[in-house]
């Protein structure tokens, strides 16, 4: 089975801080995904990767950034965190030809 | 931009009824997706389809990939109390996750 791992489940920031948002898959997925989930909005494509290094901004990159050093790992990054940044945030990994998209259990980010 | 609309937005069933619900598109797509997210959890793959005209069941769930490739439905039967979550369509044009549209969601209750 394919897993996706978030590296936290909850977590709570101060208006300002960087915030690191870790995502790890195990199955050699060559595509990368962030999104993030608020209510009546559905899910919103922040940033994806197709390959190590490679990054393409999504819906709505303002305010993130993202790092993709290895095939497994794909970090997001609140460079200035702020309260309208407060939301369920879910990574994604998938095989690279039309296959589904597999998803992680979520980070719920609090920012005060 | 593109598109799906996924209807009804939420529905309050009770245990033991059918549930049906659908996603259409204006444009036309290679592959459709069913994901079920549980309260709290990512979204979890249900059914994939992949030629127009496919059904497909997996347990209790149908769904089909629409002649026309630009609406899928999903159907439960029998429905029980864990059926209740957010059920997501997704619809995928072509090589390439950058490519995958989800829909808003349908949310699901189910009273016992």
């Known amino acids: 089975d394919v897993k996706v791992t978030q590296s936290s489940r909850y977590l709570v920031k101060r208006t300002g801080e960087k915030v690191f948002l870790e995502c790890v898959q195990d199955?050699?997925?060559?595509?990368m995904f962030w999104y993030r989930q608020d209510p009546g909005l559905g899910l919103r494509l922040i940033y994806f990767s197709y390959d190590v290094k490679m990054k393409e901004k999504g819906d709505i990159p303002e305010g993130y950034s993202v790092s993709r050093e290895k095939k497994e790992r794909f970090s997001l990054i609140l460079e200035s965190a702020s309260t309208n940044q407060t939301s369920m945030y879910l990574c994604?990994?998938?095989?690279?030809?039309?296959?589904?998209?597999?998803f992680g259990d979520g980070t719920r980010l609090s920012i005060l | 931009g593109q598109q799906l609309n996924q209807s009804p937005q939420s529905m309050f069933i009770q245990e033991g009824e059918d549930v049906s619900m659908n996603c259409t598109s204006s444009?036309?797509?290679?592959?459709w997706l069913w994901y079920k997210q549980d309260p709290g959890e990512g979204p979890v793959l249900l059914i994939a389809?992949?030629?127009?005209?496919e059904l497909t069941s997996n347990g209790r769930l149908t769904a089909q990939f629409g002649i026309t490739r630009k609406d899928s439905f999903l159907n439960i039967s029998a429905s029980i109390p864990s059926d209740v979550g957010i059920y997501f369509c997704?619809?995928?044009?072509?090589?390439?996750?950058?490519?995958?549209?989800f829909g808003a969601g349908t949310r699901l209750f189910v009273k016992a």
């Open positions: 994604a990994s998938e095989q690279a030809g039309n296959q589904p998209q597999h």
């Open positions: 997704a619809g995928q044009r072509g090589t390439g996750g950058f490519k995958t549209i």
């Open positions: 389809l992949y030629k127009a005209g």
């Open positions: 444009s036309i797509f290679n592959t």
């Open positions: 199955m050699d997925h060559e595509n």
